[in-house]
Every structure is written in C-alpha cells, then in structure tokens.
C-alpha cells in the first residue's frame, strides 16, 4: 500500500496543529534541515507538546472582576487523543504550565469532571467570584470537594467582586461572615500560596493571611518531624 506523501499527512494533522501566520510559515526554522535528516521523534514530541499544550502568546482577556486579565491564546487539546503515547507524554504540560481558570458557579463541575491523575497536575488556578453571595454559596464547597484534591496546587489566585455590603448598613458580625468563608482555604494542599486581587476586604485580607501563616509553620513542623 503506498505510503501518503509528506503534503498529504500535513493535511491530515492540519486540524490538530496551531494557526501560524505568514511570518511563522516562512520561519528558517520550519524548513527542513539541508542535510535530509529527520529530526529526533522525541524532539518532535516535546516541540508538539510545546505548540499544543501550553501558551504563548500574551493575548489578554479582562476577567469578570480583578485588575489583572487572563491569556486567551486558544489551546488545542485535541491532538492529545491522536494516541496513548502523545496523551501521556503532553497531558502533564497541558495541566502544569497552564493557568485553570475557573468561574464559581461552575469551578466544582469543571474539576470534578477531570481524572485524579489530571487534577494533582494542576499547579495554578485562578478563581473569578462574581458576587460576594457567591462567596457564601459556592466558594467552601469548590475548595473542600474540588481544590483539595489538586495535590500538586502551587499558586491559587481569587478575583473578588467590586461590591461588597456597606459596613454602616450592616451589623459588623454579618460583615465578618465573608471574611469567615475564608477560613475553608485551610483545606488546600500544602504549601499553595493564596492570592488576592480586585476588591479586597481588610477582613478578608486578614483571614487569608493567618491561614498562610499556619500552613507554613505546620509545613515547618512537619519536616522537622521528618
């Protein structure tokens, strides 16, 4: 049976590939080597996992709330079912170098769809809470049953809203119960630093903080133990 042409094959991968520009086409380092010789298979791997399963560009988007915007170069996971070996070998590029960013009202869904040996690959999340009753209905629920699985989480990155209750409309106990519900952040996995942007609450602040600091002295603890 005759084997497809090298056009052909490209043809055929062209829906898995990212959309290059002119100036990348005519790139030197596209054309092949003038020696003829083909490149090393796993080189060509790590450049398919690079190009397919982690970002590049800048390209920002503005998140629901916070000051600080999110990439919106486009993945595409697809070529990991192309087979087994490429799924092993990209799948830890695709859940490690990349940021998850997840939205309340559907984070828990979103993980709880994804295998165990997925989800301890995830090393940065970033959390956009839409409204501080959000805070209240969802957030202990994404961090208890979700997040605390994410064993390899490093950086968890929380957008607050830009409206929160006016203290001089409402008793200061009911005020604190926001800064309350960050108590939950106890159950992250070891050593994942906690980042706040957007509208900050001094409460909030404060919680999140001391939790911070209790995790890194039970982490103290606990090596000294070892």
């Not at 083909?38 to 450049?47: A, Y």
């Not at 009753?133 to 990155?157: M, N, P, Q, S």
């Not at 957007?198 to 603890?221: A, T």
Request: proline content about 8%; some cysteine.
């Amino acid at each position: 049976m005759p084997r497809p042409s090298e056009k052909e094959h490209q043809q055929k991968q062209g829906d898995f590939l990212w959309e290059a520009s002119e100036s990348d086409s005519d790139a030197p380092e596209a054309r092949p080597p003038e020696n003829n010789h083909s490149p090393d298979p796993q080189t060509l791997r790590d450049e398919a996992r690079r190009h397919v399963a982690a970002r590049h560009s800048e390209s920002k988007k503005q998140l629901p709330s916070g000051e600080h915007g999110i990439n919106t170069d486009p993945l595409v996971p697809a070529l990991l079912r192309v087979s087994q070996l490429i799924y092993r070998e990209a799948r830890p590029v695709l859940y490690s170098d990349n940021e998850l960013v997840l939205h309340l009202p559907s984070a828990l869904c979103t993980l709880s769809q994804l295998h165990q040996r997925s989800r301890s690959l995830i090393k940065h999340v970033r959390l956009a809470i839409p409204t501080h009753h959000d805070i209240l209905e969802g957030f202990a629920d994404l961090v208890r049953l979700g997040l605390r699985y994410c064993w390899g989480l490093k950086t968890f990155t929380i957008s607050l809203p830009d409206m929160f209750p006016e203290e001089r409309h409402v008793p200061s106990s009911t005020t604190n119960v926001y800064a309350n519900a960050f108590h939950i952040l106890r159950w992250l996995p070891k050593n994942t630093v906690v980042r706040l942007e957007g509208n900050v609450h001094e409460e909030i602040r404060k919680v999140v903080e001391e939790n911070g600091r209790l995790s890194g002295m039970l982490s103290e603890v606990g090596v000294q133990d070892h």
